[in-house]
């Protein structure tokens, strides 16, 4: 086994077999090739590189390569975040198609880092980075990711808990064998600024031994949006031992900071769909739309974030056959945040005169801070082993994992007040009076520790047949306690603003499984049939139980459960080049919580089904032609329990019926190449709360993307990207109550430079 590549230049077992060849060819006389004229057929392949195109995803429970995978997973190489200039994760998830930041938030929250809809729901808390669960409300900067796989269908038997419709997993860059240094530049309009740095140092060769760090600093601004900045530093470091031997070691360090003003979008006045809130004034009906770049916060509303990760890897193989992974990790995440919201209802939209709207005002009621701490402890063992029995051969993946995570959150006063907005001239620099910060004892704590053990295994039968089966088992326990406040509502018999304590615990096993079944038509290609389950108990994705009779966190209630039924085929053609992927699948999540409307009390009777299809083509055309191309076809619905979205209509809330991604590059001679892309969302149906005029759904909309890139010679390199070609407007995300909403980035242009030594 190989372990250690140049990306730039592999040296494959290929290459040496042609070079051989070639050489034999040479030498052979010319008379001793005329007396023979029955030699064998050489047959010689040889495999290069593809830079869209990957062959296996990262995660070690995936023991086969893509095109033998039955299940949809879509990996994002390096060369096509580089391409589109991407840096975070949610501008990375472009290429999933019907994958993205669809909700902004729920009334004054509003969501922070990345906030990633799947297939129809929240998968948030199913992001991972090499292999472990990554908690926190943080951007995730792709500085120092060298790869990212979307999972979509259940991950319940790879990962444990999860969303119910897909998981992400970020690759770090690792210390490798080559001296390498680059640079990066970047400046753009919206005062963007933003240099990164890559350097691999090769400490001993002999050992194999190899240190590399990655640093990183931006301080920009949001393009079209007056006011929200995003600032954050990082630095990653990656050391390597043992590399090209039996037994290797490698150990990362990630630190990141965030220091942002934070967006809590705009007014959904003048949009599609938009009515007035009060019956008494239908005037605002035909109210003019407010500039999409107005921010109707504060200038001293801030969103600090750190992140510190520190993670041990050890590889060592047996024999050919037989691989131990040990993976550790402590990764901890503070936020600190405080967001200037507001709702433009009856009450906070004041309109002096009718014909007037210079003197409309718009209340800045919702004064939103969180300080959090989020805490991950684990350890994953992983026992990797080829076997033939019964003239079966097996590929087993057996595991154990332990993890301890905790997020502590702690309640303040003093958050301060916000005079009223001018609804078309907001000023951001208006005083925040009474702004005083202090805790007052209300805080919630959430930890859940699990013990894990998983087994999985591929068997081949033949060339042609192939079965994939896995199960997992998890002990989980949670414990929750808490402090709020009484109010003569909630606790009459107390004195209002007594803390009140909360102690709640929800334990039990989880047990999910997978299967699926393998038909190889021909050593490039596959058809496939599998199902999977997968359970979010009580609590699962925050850590929060509730003893609200209709929370589904309520631990009297059992675990939310999914079912994904999928049928697919997967080929790679043009000699291996080119991956063509194609999948139907039926998604049923069920123990949903709902109201029966005779006894009014709250049962576990409710499901949801997501029934899709999905396309997709990634790779080489030819030598200088790539693409990465996705589409998606949703059909959601409510199976049993009352309608979820605001209009009525029976779909699950910010679910793009149809979506289709599309990112090309060409090589039109050495050095310089040209790119671009193509990019539809279909409209997003918002949650419902009652809200009174506001939108029910977003418009669809295309977003044209062009890159263009040129060698000024082997060590300099220019780039330039144009996001949102034609300067499109629409609607990035919305919230549930659909009084806000963040606009799409207009035309936005970057220009980069990136130095190689």
């Known amino acids: 086994m190989s372990y250690i590549k140049s990306k730039k230049h592999p ?19 010319a008379a001793a090739m005329a007396a023979d004229n029955n030699l064998p057929e050489v047959v010689v392949k040889a495999k290069t590189e593809n830079e869209f195109k990957a062959d296996k995803a990262a995660s070690p429970k995936y023991t ?56 129809g729901f929240d998968t948030s808390s199913s992001i991972f980075v090499d292999g472990v669960r990554d908690m926190g409300s943080i951007s995730r900067d792709l500085f120092n990711i060298e790869q990212i796989d979307v999972l979509k269908g259940n991950a319940g038997t790879d990962s444990g808990r999860s969303a119910p419709t897909g998981s992400i997993n970020l690759s770090s860059k690792q210390a490798n064998m080559e001296n390498a240094t680059s640079v990066n530049l970047s400046v753009g309009n919206g005062s963007q600024k933003r240099v990164t740095a890559d350097k691999n140092v090769v400490l001993d060769e002999k050992n194999g031994a190899a240190f590399r760090i990655n640093v990183m600093d931006q301080d920009s601004g949001v393009v079209g949006r007056n ?36 967006d809590g979008g705009v007014p959904t006045i003048g949009l599609p769909g938009y009515s007035s809130p009060d019956a008494k004034r239908p005037f605002i009906s035909n109210a003019a739309k407010v500039d999409p770049s107005n921010f109707y916060g504060s200038s001293s509303d801030f969103d600090k974030v750190k992140l510190d990760m520190l993670t041990a890897r050890v590889e060592h ?7 131990l992974i040990n993976t550790a990790r402590y990764g901890k995440t503070t936020q600190n945040y405080l967001l200037t919201a507001f709702m433009a209802n009856t009450a906070n939209l004041v309109t002096p005169s009718a014909t007037d709207p210079s003197g409309w005002t718009l209340a800045r009621s919702i004064r939103t801070l969180k300080d959090q701490v989020n805490e991950v402890l684990t350890n994953q063992t992983n026992l990797q082993a080829e076997l033939t029995a019964g003239g079966i051969k097996h590929t087993l993946l057996g595991g154990m994992e332990f ?15 916000l005079a009223a907005a001018n609804l078309y001239r907001p000023n ?4 925040v009076t009474g702004l005083n910060l202090v805790r007052n004892g209300v805080f919630t704590r959430g930890s859940t520790s699990t013990v ?32 709020s406040l009484s109010t003569a509502t909630s606790n009459p018999t107390l004195p209002v603003g007594t803390l009140v304590p909360t102690n709640l615990n929800s334990s039990g096993n989880l047990v999910n499984w997978k299967t699926g079944l393998l038909y190889k038509p021909t050593s490039y290609s596959s058809a496939y049939v599998s199902y999977s389950t997968s359970k979010q108990p009580p609590g699962g994705s925050n850590f929060a139980l509730s003893t609200a009779a209709n929370s589904a966190a309520n631990p009297k209630f059992d675990p939310q459960e999914t079912r994904n039924f999928e049928i697919g085929t997967k080929w790679d053609l043009l000699k291996e080049k080119l991956s063509f992927t194609a999948a139907v699948y039926r998604t049923n999540v069920s123990n949903e919580v709902v109201q029966n409307q005779t006894d009014l009390l709250y049962y576990q009777t409710g499901e949801k089904r997501v029934d899709g299809l999905e396309l997709g083509v990634t790779g080489a055309i030819n030598r200088d032609w790539l693409v990465s191309a996705g589409y998606a076809y949703m059909k959601t619905s409510v199976q049993s329990g009352p309608n979820v979205t605001a209009n009525g209509e ?61 060698s000024v010679n082997k060590n300099i390199d220019l780039q330039l990207n144009i996001n949102n070609l034609l300067d499109k407007t629409y609607v990035a995300a919305i919230n549930k109550s659909g009084y806000r909403y963040t606009p799409g980035t207009p035309r936005a242009v970057t220009l980069g430079v990136n130095v190689k030594f």
């Open 227 to 262: 006011v929200v900045n995003n600032s954050r530093w990082g630095v990653a470091t990656a050391l390597s031992y043992g590399l090209g031997s039996n037994t290797r070691f490698f150990l990362n360090y990630l630190h990141v900071q965030q220091d942002n003003i934070p």
């Open 452 to 483: 894990s053990g998983y087994v999985f295994d591929t068997m081949e039968f033949n060339p042609q047949w192939q079965l994939n089966a896995g199960v997992r088992v998890d002990r989980y326990n949670t414990d929750y306690s808490a402090a």
């Open 64 to 119: 086969q390569p893509l095109v033998d995978t039955p299940q949809t997973i879509t990996v994002i190489k390096r060369e096509l975040i580089e391409q589109q200039g991407a840096q975070t994760l949610t501008e990375a998830m472009r290429n999933a198609p019907g994958v993205g930041a669809f909700f902004l938030g729920e009334n004054g929250s509003t969501n922070t880092g990345d906030a990633i809809y799947m297939r």
């Open 11 to 29: 040296v494959t077992l290929a290459q040496t077999t042609v070079g051989a060849a070639v050489s034999a060819a040479l030498l052979l006389p």
């Open 317 to 323: 193989d047996f024999n050919d056959k037989v691989r």
């Open 650 to 710: 029976n779909n699950l809330a910010y679910a793009p019926k149809q979506a289709f991604t599309l990112w090309s590059s060409y090589q039109v001679q050495k050095g310089w190449k040209i790119g671009g892309g193509a990019r539809f969302v279909d409209a997003l149906l918002r949650g419902t709360d009652g809200a009174v005029g506001t939108p029910a759904k977003s418009d669809s909309y295309w977003v044209l993307d062009a890159m263009t890139s040129y």
């Open 428 to 431: 951001p620099d208006d005083a």
């Open 403 to 417: 993890t301890y995570e905790k997020q502590n959150t702690w309640g303040y006063n003093g958050t301060g007040t």
